[in-house]
């Protein structure tokens, strides 16, 4: 990006380590609703079937692994913390907008290099054929524990996440189903992200 060849490298730096420390939070979140999950599903096949259990504590072990990939780190850190990213649309300077819509365009490409190699968003795992049988109710069971993680952050729930943006969502009944399982238990257990 042009822009930001002549970024002062203190800035830069903070850019990428103010990304790295959300990135850092984020999967710790994630980790943490999953151990919220793993009590308030206590009775659900995803727990106790061990090969369940464990395909989807290594899928929580390394979610979101991706961001830090060539293809998204980068976009990403500009989009959230730099000058001509998100918060630019604010600022309305038509002297950087070309800078700006360069910096979005490639946040977008980093985002859906991002859901085509994370199962944990809908568009991937909804797309995909299962390796073994209830893969894709691991992949959901790990989708909420992002949406967990983002409610930690932003407030609000997850069920109120998915309630919101479901329209946008290309589920098959079935797992609203589950998801509908998955958001009861979690009432039931008093875990209300």
């Known amino acids: 990006m042009t822009a930001y060849a002549g970024m002062d490298s203190l800035l830069r730096s903070q850019i990428i380590q103010t990304y790295v420390d959300y990135v850092r939070y984020h999967i710790q979140y994630v ?3 999953w151990g919220i999950l793993k009590v308030a599903l206590k009775n659900h096949n995803v727990i106790y079937d061990d090969f369940l259990f464990w395909a989807i504590d290594g899928m929580i072990a390394s979610h979101d692994s991706s961001k ?12 959230f913390y730099g000058p001509y990213g998100c918060k630019y649309e604010m600022l309305a300077d038509a002297e950087h907008l070309s ?10 490409s980093a985002r859906e290099h991002h859901k085509a190699n994370n199962p944990h968003h809908w568009q991937n ?11 894709t109710a691991c992949h959901i069971v790990c989708m909420v524990a992002d949406w967990m993680a983002m409610s930690m952050v932003k407030g609000g729930t997850a069920e109120e996440y ?3 943006l479901r329209n946008q969502m290309a589920l098959p009944d079935w797992a609203d189903t589950f998801l509908a399982e998955i958001f009861i238990a979690l009432r ?3 875990a209300v992200k």
Not at 68 to 79: C, G, K
């Open 68 to 79: 830090f990939s060539q293809e998204e780190f980068i976009p990403y850190a500009d989009w």
């Open 125 to 135: 795992w909804t797309k995909r054929g299962e390796t073994f049988p209830n893969e």
């Open 99 to 108: 800078d700006h819509k360069e910096c979005f365009s490639r946040f977008n």
């Open 188 to 190: 039931n257990f008093g």
């Open 31 to 33: 980790k943490k609703a």
């Open 162 to 164: 998915y309630a919101k």
